[in-house]
């Protein structure tokens, strides 16, 4: 429990200051960094060798931060959430009071509403919503396990977390949904 908690404070520390961590997430191994500085964003995008066309994703702790970062949500999709068991991501149109880099040309952004223990602490403690892209250079395969993480992901980030490395159980991508009329339009599976 030491180590978690540690963690924590070591993160909200690096987040604060526009760092990027590298994190357990209730999927992936993630980069992480604080979701409404787009300095911090550039920073992943940098690291990830990524186009900044190319979206990210947003981890919050509940329905009451989506709402805060999304002008307009049909609140049914709140209670299909609730049913399913793999963690799902929603592509949200009408984003808001998020670093504008991170924010889709059409005005789209992919949030996750996160239980993992870990990460739903760590959003909750730094009172914001945090950036989770899979821990790989782009184009490159996702690590399912700490090991897997190159060193220059490793070497790229201002903090890695000590939780969970030890974890050697395959993780797996979310399945990414567009909620639009009660419709799901399946991203990815």
Same mark, same amino acid.
């Given at each position: 429990? #030491?180590?978690?908690?540690?963690? !924590?404070?070591? @993160? &909200?520390?690096?987040?604060?200051?526009?760092?990027?961590?590298?994190?357990?997430?209730?999927?992936?191994?993630? =980069?992480? @960094? /604080?979701?409404?500085?787009?300095?911090?964003?550039?920073?992943?995008? *940098?690291?990830?060798? *990524?186009? /900044?066309?190319?979206?990210? =994703?947003?981890? &919050?702790?509940?329905?009451?931060?989506?709402?805060?970062? &999304?002008?307009?949500?049909?609140?049914?999709?709140?209670?299909?959430?609730?049913?399913?068991?793999?963690?799902?991501?929603?592509?949200?149109? /009408?984003?808001?009071?998020?670093?504008?880099?991170?924010?889709?040309? /059409?005005?789209?952004?992919?949030? *996750?509403?996160?239980?993992?223990?870990?990460?739903?602490?760590? =959003?909750?403690?730094?009172?914001?919503? =945090? &950036?989770?892209?899979?821990?790989?250079?782009?184009?490159?395969?996702?690590?399912?396990?700490?090991?897997?993480?190159?060193?220059?992901?490793?070497?790229?980030?201002?903090?890695?977390?000590?939780? $969970?490395?030890?974890?050697?159980?395959?993780? #797996?991508?979310?399945? !990414? !949904? $567009?909620?639009?009329? *009660?419709?799901?339009?399946?991203? $990815?599976?």
């Amino acid at each position: 429990m #030491q180590s978690f908690l540690q963690d !924590i404070d070591e @993160c &909200v520390k690096h987040l604060n200051k526009g760092n990027l961590i590298l994190y357990p997430t209730d999927t992936v191994w993630g =980069i992480g @960094c /604080d979701a409404t500085n787009d300095k911090s964003v550039e920073k992943a995008f *940098r690291l990830k060798k *990524r186009s /900044d066309e190319k979206a990210m =994703i947003v981890l &919050v702790e509940d329905e009451k931060e989506v709402i805060k970062y &999304v002008k307009t949500v049909d609140q049914s999709l709140f209670d299909y959430l609730k049913k399913i068991n793999k963690p799902t991501t929603v592509i949200y149109d /009408d984003a808001t009071n998020l670093a504008d880099n991170l924010i889709s040309k /059409d005005g789209s952004i992919a949030i *996750r509403i996160c239980k993992e223990d870990f990460c739903s602490a760590l =959003i909750k403690t730094f009172g914001k919503p =945090i &950036v989770s892209t899979s821990a790989n250079i782009s184009g490159m395969p996702s690590p399912k396990i700490f090991n897997e993480i190159s060193d220059e992901i490793k070497n790229g980030v201002d903090y890695i977390v000590q939780y $969970r490395q030890n974890d050697l159980v395959p993780s #797996q991508p979310s399945t !990414i !949904i $567009r909620w639009q009329n *009660r419709n799901i339009e399946i991203i $990815r599976p």
